[in-house]
């Protein structure tokens, strides 16, 4: 049995503020505002609106993790995170399910330096899990 709850949606955007005052717009509030993720030289907005989470992620220089998706995408949904009861077991489950581990957990800033890793599916697309 899955141990899984989501903990937002990550969207892929351009320009941070001005995706912000978008969604403020829809009636999003910012939860927290931008913070700078110097390992993956992204900044990172959190926004929630009817019991939901969504993370905003913008690159800031060209060799930014997402810089090559957001010319791919756009600006998008692309990843789903999860936050898990039991990594080891979720993580066993994940890839004895076809999931590919396409890093390692490494802290993140926007998350009070919670661990996370990425991981992707042919299926299911990209996922990210909090380890920690």
Do not use: W
């Amino acid at each position: 049995m899955s141990n899984l709850k989501i903990h937002h949606i990550g969207y892929l955007v351009k320009k941070l503020d001005q995706a912000k005052q978008t969604f403020e717009a829809l009636g999003y509030r910012i939860e927290q505002d931008t913070v700078y993720d110097d390992i993956r030289k992204v900044n990172i907005c959190f926004l929630v609106k009817d019991g939901y989470r969504i993370e905003l992620v913008s690159p800031v220089s060209p060799d930014s993790v997402v810089a090559g998706l957001l010319k791919k995408y756009k600006n998008a949904p692309y990843h789903i995170c999860y936050e898990t009861g039991n990594y080891e077991e979720d993580l066993s489950r994940l890839t004895a399910s076809g999931f590919l581990a396409i890093d390692t957990p490494t802290p993140a800033p926007a998350m009070n330096g919670r661990r996370v890793m990425f991981l992707t599916s042919a299926v299911a697309g990209m996922i990210e899990l909090i380890v920690d």
